[in-house]
Every structure is written in structure tokens, then in C-alpha cells.
């Protein structure tokens, strides 16, 4: 994946130093202190931590995830973090949008057509293992994320674990260490 533009060479290295000494921080607050986007703060992540796809896998990604069981579903901007835990159900597109619903709690109406890219992302967030998918729009900002569930005991769902690193594997454009 090509690196975006906006910041220098420096200006990255150092934010690589930064997440290699601590990849568990609010990636959206380090984008908001560098005043840069979330993708290249994720571009900046240890490289064994994430990998990318083509916005255009969006809907291939979303529909593996409808088979994947319970998820939370999060979107993040400056004013909430809003979560929904449940099933994604399988969409189709009209209207202009994907369009998710049917009996669980996730539903709603995606652009997908704005997906320029996909990262999926392993790092310890807040003490414990997190695996994310994120999808991010054309101006590298977050569209919405879908991470692994968890068990009662809030470990990851074993099962899970295995089709997000299925699906990175076959997705991904770049090598995953």
C-alpha cells in the first residue's frame, strides 16, 4: 500500500517510533494531535499489526463478516464512539447504498462506492488483544470498524480470530509478519 502524501518522512518515522513503543493508543486522538488522517496513522502502525486491501473488496469483506456470528460494529468521530454488538446481517445494495439489516441490531446504510481502502488490524488496545476490520473513505478517514466479539470473559472468539486472518490473508496487499 502506498503511503499517503501528508506527512514527511520524518514526521512518519517518528510517528512509527511512537506506535512501536505503544500500539494500543486511540489511533483517532493520535490523528487529531499529528493533524493527519486515521489511514496514514494506521499506515504508520507496526507493520506485523496491520495490512490493507482495496476499498473495492468492501463488499466481499462485509459479507464474510456476516457469517463470522456476534461483532461489534463501531464508528467513531470527534463528537461519539457508538457501538453495536451483534450478528452483521448480509446486505445489498440500493438506492445507492449497502444496506444491512434484518433482525439484528447492526443495521443501516453504507457507501461502499467510497471505500478506498480496508485495513485489518491485530494490537493490544486498553490491556487486551483486539483484531479490527476498518474501512476507511477516499480522504483516509473512518468510515466505520468491525472487530472480533468476545466471550463472557471478554477473550476474542477463538473461531473469529481464524476467518479475520483467513481474510486478511487473502486480501491483503501487502505481507503480514
Not at 517510533?17 to 493533524?35: K, Q, R, T, V
Request: aromatic fraction near 8%.
Amino acid at each position: 500500500m502506498n503511503m499517503s502524501p501528508e506527512t514527511s518522512g520524518k514526521a512518519r518515522e517518528t510517528l512509527r517510533a511512537l506506535l512501536a513503543s505503544d500500539p494500543s493508543g486511540i489511533l483517532e486522538n493520535i490523528a487529531i494531535e499529528h493533524g493527519i488522517s486515521l489511514q496514514t496513522v494506521f499506515e504508520c502502525l507496526p507493520d506485523e499489526t496491520r495490512s490493507f486491501a482495496p476499498g473495492s473488496e468492501a463488499e466481499s469483506v462485509l459479507l464474510d463478516i456476516a457469517a463470522w456470528g456476534p461483532v461489534t460494529v463501531l464508528v467513531h468521530t470527534p463528537d461519539v464512539i457508538l457501538e453495536c454488538k451483534g450478528p452483521l446481517p448480509a446486505g445489498r445494495f440500493a438506492h445507492g447504498y449497502y444496506n444491512i439489516g434484518g433482525g439484528s441490531p447492526v443495521s443501516g446504510h453504507l457507501r461502499l462506492d467510497r471505500c478506498a481502502a480496508i485495513a485489518f488490524v491485530r494490537r493490544p488496545f486498553m490491556g487486551a488483544d483486539s483484531c479490527s476490520v476498518n474501512f476507511f473513505n477516499a480522504a483516509g478517514e473512518a468510515m466505520f470498524k468491525v472487530f472480533v466479539g468476545r466471550d463472557d470473559k471478554r477473550a476474542l472468539l477463538a473461531d473469529q480470530i481464524e476467518r479475520f486472518t483467513a481474510l486478511r490473508e487473502r486480501l491483503s496487499t501487502e505481507v503480514v509478519a
